[in-house]
């Protein structure tokens, strides 16, 4: 069955400096999206992403971040100027087109901030 | 965005027992959804309930959505070990975000 990849799955950076955390989506899906979740607390929804462009984002979802499909498989989250509080897991998952469709997890990036 | 809360936040029971998650919304709801999160795992989807007073069941899992739509339940029969992990309930809203509830942590006792 294919699956949502997401690469790295551990990345560590000091504190400051950028992170680009990589998720590759199921093919023939058209709707994708990156979710934050730090440790025992709930799943934090971040931003969709439809027809190369976003869709909805949520107000977690600042200038810092930034999301980029530059081919026609990769789509990618971009963090700028980490900070300590941005170290959590962070989840990409697609779907196909149409209403009840599910959202496909990926295994997550866990990005701790030093 | 819109605000999920789950109740209990944690349930311990004896593998064979009956185990409860409700999930409740102050404003109405389009759909809901269930997913399931393994400890060290990622959110696996289980079902979505669309219509007022909708109840699906898988195997042991019974999912109802209220009347209301402003809430809906998740009901493990006889829990097993394999039952362990998260459950969240999502605001599937009618745009294309979705809100997670806190989630309830299960844990099954052998």
């Known amino acids: 069955e294919p699956e949502v990849t997401q690469t790295p799955s551990h990345q560590v950076t000091q504190m400051g400096q950028e992170v680009i955390l990589r998720c590759v989506p199921i093919?023939?899906?058209?709707?994708f999206y990156w979710y934050r979740q730090i440790l025992g607390q709930k799943v934090e929804f971040l931003v969709s992403?439809?027809?190369?462009?976003?869709?909805?984002k949520s107000e977690i979802f600042d200038d810092q971040f930034s999301v980029e499909r530059p081919d026609g498989s990769n789509f990618t989250l971009k963090i700028r100027s980490t900070k300590l509080e941005d170290s959590a897991m962070y989840f990409c998952?697609?779907?196909?087109?149409?209403?009840?469709?599910?959202?496909?997890f990926g295994d997550g990036t866990r990005l701790s901030i030093l | 965005g819109q605000q999920v809360m789950q109740i209990p936040q944690y349930q311990h029971v004896q593998e064979g027992e009956d185990f409860t998650t409700y999930c409740n919304s102050s404003?109405?709801?389009?759909?809901i959804q269930w997913y399931k999160q393994r400890p060290g795992g990622h959110p696996v989807f289980l079902i979505q309930?669309?219509?007022?007073?909708e109840v699906k069941k898988q195997k042991r899992l019974t999912f109802q959505f209220g009347e209301a739509k402003k809430n809906s339940s998740l009901h493990i029969t006889a829990t097993q070990t394999t039952d362990v992990g998260t459950y969240f309930c999502?605001?599937?809203?009618?745009?294309?975000?979705?809100?997670f509830g806190t989630g309830t942590s299960l844990t099954v006792i052998p």
């Open positions: 404003t109405t709801l389009s759909n």
């Open positions: 093919s023939n899906h058209l709707y």
């Open positions: 999502a605001n599937g809203d009618t745009g294309n975000q979705f809100y």
């Open positions: 998952a697609s779907r196909r087109s149409g209403p009840g469709q599910p959202q496909h």
């Open positions: 309930l669309v219509k007022s007073g």
């Open positions: 992403f439809y027809n190369n462009e976003i869709s909805e």
